[in-house]
């Protein structure tokens, strides 16, 4: 039996399962799909957000600015890409400064540093490729981006490798309340805990509905977006914002911490936790708005385009709770769920520790190193790496300069890319200009050969996404 079993791999489960790894318990993640940070957690903007627009008092506020605040360590600690640009909410009138203002107030309630208004001649003179109807913002120092998926896996690694286990393809479909913890299976395996935590995004509510507590209802909410090529990297330095509303903070266009310019999302209630079609509709929103908060957008530039589904609570709020003894829900974690996240974890943790107390392990190491190692190293430090691993010589993609090194190191470090995307969130191998049009058939090889499989069995995504028939030279009815 295990002590804790956290249900779902996304940043906010990750999170929590390397602040549980920090204790003498055991730990088990459970998710559903084949890889980690497959859901909400895959799609969304990157931003960390600074905490002005969330209501005071919520626990969306305190937990946003809090988390906000750790993040620096949080990403030092785990080797991720971190970029402290600041964020900026657009006015376009007089008739905007109200709202802005009222925002600039709520933000100094929550406890947000740094805040202030500026009026157009500064406005322009820190984004100069603002449309000329950008009359003055509100300007948010502490705002930054993060890459979401990079910061799941590094979470979710090193707990693994702080003792926590990480069972994939783990769909739960039924939890039974036992004298003492719980039964959690799925359609061939049986797992025992005596803590759960629920952290499975969009589908919480079926996760909590097993354990008899039906207050949680999640509504998916599709986001649209659009990505430029690294050359449009000037294009903005902060993270542009439209006043928020009732169905978020709108479309937005931002800097990446990859060194890409993200474009979005819309904002469209949905019924299907599965949707994640792209519209003609939806891209036309976000390009038409984009040029409206920007003098131009090169749109002739867009390299890929996808859609994220946020888990929308019904609570208006975070829904972080413990309505059946020993089972826990993080649910309703919708933006600003990244930001929090890091808070979000110790909140959970806190409770958990005041009806089950835990020891903090004396060898807890929160230590990872980055999984960009070799291209942040120097010329000489590259050599010396070279030199220990001559597949660090090898450059395999070349829109991102990605090595066989790098690579290789993905499909052994905790926890383990197993696929063609997999891949691609942990080195960014075909996340460049041509989405991996040269160097796709050549991770292909090497995934299996390391994994022992056959070229034919390598998928994209997992499941039946199988990419290759066969040899070109030695497929069926091919002299």
Do not use: W
């Not at 049986?190 to 209802?217: F, P, R, W």
């Not at 986001?223 to 000037?234: H, I, R, S, T, V």
């Amino acid at each position: 039996m295990y002590d804790a079993v956290v249900i779902g791999g996304g940043v906010v489960g990750g999170m929590i399962a390397r602040e549980l790894s920090r204790y003498d318990i055991s730990v088990c993640i459970l998710e559903a799909e084949n890889d980690v940070a497959m859901g909400a957690t895959r799609a969304n903007s990157g931003i960390v957000h600074a905490g002005f627009d969330a209501k005071f008092g919520s626990l969306k506020a305190k937990l946003n600015v809090k988390g906000s605040k750790m993040m620096p360590k949080v990403v030092s600690e785990l080797g991720v890409k971190y970029v402290n640009n600041g964020s900026l909410v657009i006015g376009f009138s007089e008739d905007d400064r109200a709202d802005l203002e009222a925002l600039l107030e709520n933000g100094n309630k929550n406890g947000v540093e740094g805040l202030r208004i500026l009026e157009k001649e500064e406005l322009h003179e820190k984004e100069p490729n603002l449309s000329q109807n950008a009359y003055l913002a509100l300007y948010a120092p502490t705002g930054a981006i993060v890459s979401p998926y990079e910061l799941a896996i590094a979470a979710i690694g090193n707990a693994m490798d702080n003792g926590a286990e990480l069972k994939l393809g783990f769909k739960v479909k039924k939890i039974e309340k036992q004298k003492e913890g719980f039964k959690i299976y799925s359609d061939n395996e049986c797992v025992d805990a005596k803590i759960v935590i629920n952290a499975a995004g969009l589908y919480s509510d079926v996760i909590a509905s097993m354990v008899g507590d039906n207050s949680v209802k999640i509504t998916p909410r599709r986001g649209e977006y659009m990505l430029l090529d690294k050359q449009c990297a000037n294009l903005v330095s902060c993270t542009v914002f439209r006043k928020p509303n009732k169905m978020g903070k709108g479309i937005l266009v931002s800097p990446t911490a990859d060194g890409n310019i993200i474009l979005g999302p819309t904002s469209e209630n949905i019924e299907d936790k599965e949707d994640k079609t792209t519209t003609a509709a939806g891209l036309k929103k976000v390009a038409t708005e984009c040029l409206e908060n920007l003098s131009s957008v090169p749109l002739n530039n867009v390299i890929t385009s996808f859609t994220g589904l946020r888990a929308v609570g019904n609570s208006g709020d975070f829904i972080i709770n413990s309505s059946v003894d020993g089972f826990y829900n993080a649910a309703g974690i919708e933006s600003p769920g990244l930001s929090a996240s890091p808070a979000i974890a110790e909140y959970i943790v806190d409770m958990i520790k005041e009806k089950y107390p835990m020891t903090k392990k004396s060898d807890f190491n929160p230590i990872r190193e980055s999984m960009f190692a070799f291209r942040e190293a120097s010329i000489e430090e590259k050599n010396k790496m070279i030199e220990k691993d001559s597949s660090y010589g090898k450059i395999v993609c070349r829109c991102e300069k990605i090595t066989e090194g790098e690579i290789l190191r993905a499909l052994h470090q905790n926890p383990k890319a197993t696929d063609l995307d997999g891949v691609k969130r942990r080195t960014r191998a075909q996340a460049g200009r041509c989405q991996g049009g040269f160097c796709s058939s050549y991770i292909v090889e090497l995934i299996a050969k390391e994994n022992g499989i056959e070229f034919e069995d390598v998928t994209k995504f997992g499941g039946k996404s199988y990419i290759n028939y066969g040899k070109t030279k030695g497929a069926k009815g091919n002299d």
